[in-house]
């Protein structure tokens, strides 16, 4: 299938010609864009422009000059340099908030990585009703975030009539304080987020897994392997580019965790359960005098760098890896 | 010649999307002459709570015609105040509590409306005490008080007689509180006693209790918090021992303001400690029946013990016009005021809104002086609907007491400090209280210090 080049003369003043003259194709291009289609893109680009600038790139950029500023956002900021920087890495709380995003993320992905995938493989394998259970699956995702929360934190109950402690209660299990506790609160956040969030990551499981070719499984049978030889062998393999998307979006997602403490715990009991976001938050809204909102976006660009740092070392780490 | 037509077509609607996105961006107009302010009122009222509230906005516009009012809900807590205050979204007139005044005059975040308050009538019968958590520093009142409490225990008199108390005798010491609690946890189950330990009013109730254990947790000129203190520690103790000795605060130890208000109206609370005026959130917004709530004045002992005071300003928004401030104290003045001051509108309004079934008659302190409160309390006596003896153990002990105000440095960051040292001693049994509180100690001066800068 290689294609041989033909054979090529010495470059002649002529062939080389083009590659002298960008400045006048360039100067061709602005006047080819000026009449032909450029206006046009242009202004059908104008509405997202403005979208995102009034809605994203604006507020970034405010937020990267406040980081600098003391300011109570009614009267007149001032420049304090890096003192918002500071403030934030000489926080004893900080440390406390990194650890718990971090307890956060390894629960989540030890719970809540591996579960969509075998959820998403055995419902591969099955032959009737997959519409059923792609919808049974998918239906924690579509209930608004705010009410799950607040349906759960009524399951979370810790009284013995609370509806988890009575269920586990008619399996002979003692009433766990969930939510009350500072050893069982971060646990209970990440079992409602593996809920919520699972349905969506087994769709797109799912979709990955129905593009792998059955000539792969066949084959596979054929050399005797099983089925667990068959995913091992051949599905995770296959897969290796949609894991390596969902890793770093969860790992992304975790570490911006806040609907689950805000809403159920407010980061307690005894800051047990605040993250790095809900510190954010509260350095930003705790005080209603006006919050230190130089420290919450001092704070909120280290977070951004650092998860940007991550998904660059993370992606050049297993760039072999990726199928893509 | 169709195809370019359909592309400027398409171009011109995005031209008019832009535009319209960008006029979402802009600021509506007021037309000239006519001024409109909008005013608070609280969110989640029933209904006859908000026809009771129009009622008095057209009587309202009629006296004044210049005027218009809009009502926006409102409800202050920490966390959301801050957002609206930053946002610019706060109503014109809006409400803070004492503890916020000074910081938020000496910040500029509120408007200055000395001038328009100097010329109300009432102006300079305002009781000091009060009157000074809306004071600038030069004297000048750029917020109104219009309601000052004093804590209370508030109780559950069904839960109380089921647990075989006599609901007409609260307990009048903290060692009964204890003791009650734990018959009220035995007998039904329920806590006996609860407390807020989020959202910054875990530090407001500890500091109310350590107040009545006769401590303070700042010292007598604001320039050091006292955290690190034998009451402090003595009261913490006291929530231990309920806590894991007798089991008997039940299972939440995540209340804030309205969700402990919530349990309590659901009668799942025997007790608990909040402002002496709860009476009308917990009926208005929680359905409370009112033949279970009990009010007692809270306990203290101890050598200098005291009761926490608090209350309600009414302030304008930085954002307003001079016009718009006029019009905004003049509200205050009808709706916060009037009702207080001035016999006729007194009665009227007590009268509208026993009509339509709103409590009249909770308890409350004297905003101007004791020969004022008790004229006003006297106009209003016929309209009275609120069980008044279920409240008298708390009436008839609250002005003996002496009244200490909150805090006055770094108010809601040490409470917010606080809150993580009540949830440690209620969700861990071996918490070392005596390293709590040198942390929260160390924490506390870090932002006294910062707060003297």
Redesign the interface.
Known sequence: MTQIAPPTAPPTREAAAPLVRPARRRSGGVRAWATG?G??IL??L??LF??FG?FSWWPIGRAVVMAFQRT????APTWVGWQNFENVLRD?LLGVAVGNTLTFAVLALLIGYPIPLVVAVLMSEVRRLRGLFSALAYLPVVIPPVVAALLWKFFY????T?VFNTLLGMLGIPKQ?W????LTAMPSLVLFATWSAAGGTVIIYLAALISVPPELYDAAEVDGAGIWRKVWHVTLPQLRGVLLVTFILQIIGTAQVFLEPFLF??G????STTTILLLI??Y????????D?GAATALSLMLAVVLALFSLLYFRLTRGWSTS | MKSHFT??G??AI??V??GV??AG?TTGGEPAGDVTITVAIDAGLEQEARDNFDARVDLFEDANPGIKVEAQEYT?T??????D???GTLPHVFT?PF??GR??IA???IADISAEVAALPYADQFNPNVAQAGQAADGGQWAVPIAAYGQGLHYNRALFEAAGLDPDSPPTTWAQVREYADKIAEAT?EAGYATM????TGGWILTTLVDAFGGRTENADASAPTIDSPAVKEVLEFLKALRWEDDSM?????Y?WGTINQDFASGRIGMYVSGGGNYGNLVTQNALDPDDYGLAALPLQGSDPGLLGGGTLAAVS?NASDAEKAAAVKWIDFYYLAKLTDEATATQTAELAASLDQPVGAPELPIFNQEQFDSYRSWIEPSVNVPVDQMAPYTEAIFDQPLIPEPRV?T??VY?LL??VV??V???QNADIAKLLADAQA?AQALYDRAGQ
């Open positions: 289609d206006p046009h202004v059908f104008i509405p403005v979208a009034v109570n956002l009614v009267t004893p109950d810790a009284s013995p609370g304080p939510l009350q506790d500072q715990t407010g307690g009991p005894a800051n938050y509260k930003a809204f705790q005080n209603s005098l006006g919050g909102y | 592309r400027r398409v171009g995005a031209l999307s832009a996105l960008l961006c202050w920490a966390t959301t105040f801050t957002a205050l930053a946002g803070i503890t916020d910081g938020l910040g500029g975040q189950g330990t989020a959202g910054n039940g299972s939440n130890f995540l804030e930085p770094a809601q960051d917010a809150d993580t949830q440690a209620l969700t861990d924490q």
